[in-house]
């Protein structure tokens, strides 16, 4: 493997992609383990190696004596043509092993656009992309990540998924994987039998999927006696500590930085946020516990910056004297702290100023929409006041800049709605103009709104792309103002999104056409190659604008229908019917528990849920009083 290595490397761009040996990366006995999992993300480098997901897992399995875990990225163009070129099948960075040598391969997916990517990497591994085609003796692919709460367009490919926190569920996997190999197992059908019987793990191949005549599905019906109905997501109570020795690259990644997961799950209820609702409930790391683990991380690898991550961070109970602590501990040092996904208050401001030790380059805040019609529409009911209250406060305060994201295509959304973005960012500009003078910078940031499985909106419609050029238009010509930065997601690739997102299996042939007919990277706009698309789609019988532009009734059978995700169904259809009303749902974490699921299963979801109005009125008053209420 070393010397075609040694050929190829110096013919491709960063050839540290694909070297390993990086500090604090793991190498273990090949011989001596039992269980050898290749972790794969289908991305570049760069993309994958900012994944804290695939970070935690590495060092999860790695931690047990019996087992290795191993990293493989997907090869940018120029590398899987050398690969191909001289032969070389794709292998893990730390052994440099094939990944066909592998007894699992693990995927993440992180979003739609890295399928093709996928079948990149079994291709290049020497292995059939279908999973029928694969034999007994080849490695079992397995795939777990944020998309897989709709796993089906990928399902002709992977043996089975893990759906939900993998965190207890994988190595109960792993242990009864090396049981069955021990026992002499060999038959991959008779494995995938036993794993189907956990919780989260969902085989395709033991689902049988019929369709009405006008294409939508009729049923998701298990073919076989261990596989259940639904596959409820697997969910971990407490979070489990953070590996403190993560791997440091040779090269700058895009996230190049300690990242520090904070809080999973979100209870703010935002309409359109798959993971919001995906990922529920909350579950908070304690102070001591962040601290100590960035006080780890930072002396392991030599970082100077560190990042607080969560669906949103400004929620986290004790966030205010996480981010005093750590202001104070690291007032001596040249350690730069930031705090991601902050809510839209002022609240907010004094937390980022309490860690930015005097850097002020800028602040980002989500508005989403421009009016308070369509804030409340999609159950983000800040109000106007107070994101005008939040800049004037940070300008104020020494920031230049603020970056503002918004999204066109919402439901409902209306030309008016569209102004309305304009009118706000022209009075976030003058505020800063009033207090920064020229310095002042508002950058804005446009994405075209996706409709995702299980989320409120999911049976909504995508807005098509003459819809949106016409509104990006309205954005354009309203904001030719200096200081004023505007960029925008194009709508093709968002197209492709809503397709994959809301797909059902027979997208499977699709996604394996456009492969065969060369879209890799379809997340990057420079390789994205829409026409394959719609060739392959066609060649297939099919048409992405179906999947991507239709509006679902609320009674159609959806392609996900058979994963459960913890939030009722019948909770996101009367949420629904709210937006159209125009009705806000209050956040369980300040107000009421409205009743979504999970108050069934989980704590503190059960303690709201019975708690009295008094013991209500004061969760609220208290959250009220700390600043942390809605906005």
């Known amino acids: 493997m070393l010397q075609p290595l040694d050929r190829i490397l110096p013919r491709v761009q960063k050839p540290a992609r694909y070297t390993g040996g990086e500090f604090n990366s793991i190498v273990k006995d090949w011989e ?9 993300f289908p991305d570049v480098y ?21 087992w290795l875990a191993e990293r493989v990225y997907a090869p ?21 092993r094939p990944l066909a040598d592998f007894d699992l391969i693990c995927f993440s997916f992180a979003y739609e656009q890295c399928f093709t990517n996928a079948l990149t990497i079994l291709d290049l591994a020497g292995l ?66 036993q794993a189907a019987r956990m919780r989260g793990v969902y085989v395709p191949r033991f689902y049988d999927v019929t369709y009405h005549p006008d294409g939508t599905v009729a049923a998701i019906t298990p073919n076989e006696p261990a596989a259940p109905p639904k596959v409820r997501r697997t969910v971990v109570r407490a979070l489990p500590p953070l590996p403190v020795k993560p791997i440091v690259p040779f090269l700058e990644t895009v996230h190049d930085r300690v990242a520090v997961e904070v809080m999973r799950g979100c209870t703010r209820g935002c309409r359109f946020c798959q993971p919001g609702m995906a990922t529920r409930p909350v579950r908070e790391r ?23 991550l969560s669906l949103s961070t400004s929620d986290h109970s004790t966030i205010d004297e996480v981010a005093t602590r750590l202001a104070e501990r690291y007032a001596d040092q040249h350690i730069q702290i930031s705090l991601s996904s902050l809510r839209v208050d002022s609240f907010s401001v004094k ?40 800049v004037e406060t940070a300008f104020q305060r020494g920031w230049n800049g603020v970056k503002l994201y918004f999204m066109v295509g919402l439901p409902t959304e209306t030309d008016e709605d569209v102004e309305g973005i304009v009118t706000l960012i022209r009075k976030v500009h003058a505020l800063g103009k009033h207090y920064r003078g020229h310095r002042a910078e508002v950058r804005v940031t446009i994405s075209t709104f996706v409709p995702k499985p299980h989320t409120p909106f999911q049976w909504a419609a995508q807005a098509e792309p003459d819809e949106i050029a016409r509104k990006i238009k309205i954005l354009q010509d309203g904001l030719r103002v200096p200081g004023v930065k505007l960029s925008w997601h194009d709508a093709g690739d968002s197209r492709l999104e809503a397709a994959l997102s809301r797909g059902d299996r027979r997208l499977g042939e699709v996604i394996e056409r456009a492969f065969r007919k060369g879209a890799r990277f379809d997340a990057w706009g420079e390789q994205f190659k829409p026409a394959l698309w719609d060739e392959a789609a ?20 959806l392609p996900w229908s058979h994963i459960d995700s913890g939030v009722a169904e019948a909770f996101l259809r009367w949420d629904y019917r ?10 369980c974490h300040y107000d009421v528990c409205s009743a979504c699921g999970l108050h069934k299963t989980f704590e503190p979801c059960t303690t709201l849920f019975n708690a009295t109005v008094e013991e209500r009125v004061a969760v609220r008053k208290a959250a009220l009083a700390a600043g942390r209420g809605r906005g």
């Not at 709210?578 to 956040?587: L, Y």
């Open 76 to 96: 940018w163009p120029d590398m899987e043509a050398e690969l191909r070129r001289v032969g070389l099948p794709l292998y893990a960075l730390e052994s440099r």
């Open 32 to 40: 001596r383990v039992a269980v050898k999992v290749a972790l794969a």
């Open 538 to 557: 066609a060649e297939c019988g099919l048409d992405l604008s179906w999947y991507a532009y239709r509006r679902r009734p609320l009674d159609e059978t």
């Open 46 to 66: 760069e993309v994958g190696m900012s994944n804290l997901g695939l970070g935690i897992i590495y060092h999860l399995v790695n931690a047990r004596e019996g």
């Open 578 to 587: 709210r937006s159209v009303r125009e009705e806000t749902t209050p956040d």
């Open 128 to 193: 059939p992309l279908r999973a029928v085609e694969r034999g007994d003796d080849a490695p079992l692919v397995m795939a777990g990540g944020p998309s897989t709460v709709n796993p089906e367009p990928m399902s002709p490919f992977v043996d089975l998924f893990l759906i939900g926190d993998a965190e207890e569920a994988l190595p109960e996997l792993l242990e009864r994987y090396e049981g069955w190999r021990a026992a002499g197992g060999h038959e991959k059908v008779e494995f995938l039998r």
């Open 286 to 308: 304690s102070t001591d516990e962040i601290l100590e683990t960035i006080d780890a991380m930072l002396r392991n690898t030599g970082y100077d910056e560190v990042t607080l």
């Open 351 to 390: 937390l980022a100023e309490a860690v930015s030790k005097g850097k002020k380059s800028g602040l980002t805040f989500a508005p989403e929409a421009g009016t308070q019609r369509l804030r409340d529409v999609i159950n983000k009911p800040l109000t106007e006041e107070d994101l005008l209250r939040s």
